[in-house]
């Protein structure tokens, strides 16, 4: 890795914490997308990467100040983590075996979804 890459990586990193932190966001709209444009990762590498640098920041740092302030919900953020483990698992052996460029559309047909939803709804 090059020192280019080192910085491109620490600024993706920065950024994507800053919207995760003060939005929820990050790892889909920030990190894969920069990864794929930016770093030529593949799609699956990728999310794969997205999913790993997240495990820990989020479990640890981010979710204490939510925590903190009385903005989690123990028994529902539990109850979804069985079935997000579950999710995780089985979307992950799925992604792998599906063409990249199919995943690419997909990805950025859900972005649009989720954007004009969260746009028009009131």
Do not use: H
Not at 21 to 34: A, D, K, L, N, R
Not at 79 to 93: R, V, W
């Amino acid at each position: 890795m090059t020192l280019n890459e080192i910085i491109i990586v620490l600024v993706i990193g920065l950024f994507a914490g800053l919207l995760s932190g003060s939005m929820g966001v990050g790892g889909g709209i920030i990190v894969i997308p920069s990864l794929v444009f930016i770093l030529g990762f593949s799609m699956q590498q990728a999310q794969g990467t997205s999913l790993a640098l997240m495990t820990i920041p989020v479990m640890l740092v981010a979710t204490i100040n939510y925590y903190r302030e009385g903005s989690v919900d123990v028994k529902v953020a539990l109850i979804m983590a069985l079935t997000f483990i579950i999710g995780g698992y089985i979307g992950s052996k799925l992604s792998i075996s599906i063409p990249e460029k199919f995943m690419k559309k997909s990805f950025g047909i859900l972005m649009m979804i989720v954007a004009l939803k969260m746009i028009i709804s009131k």
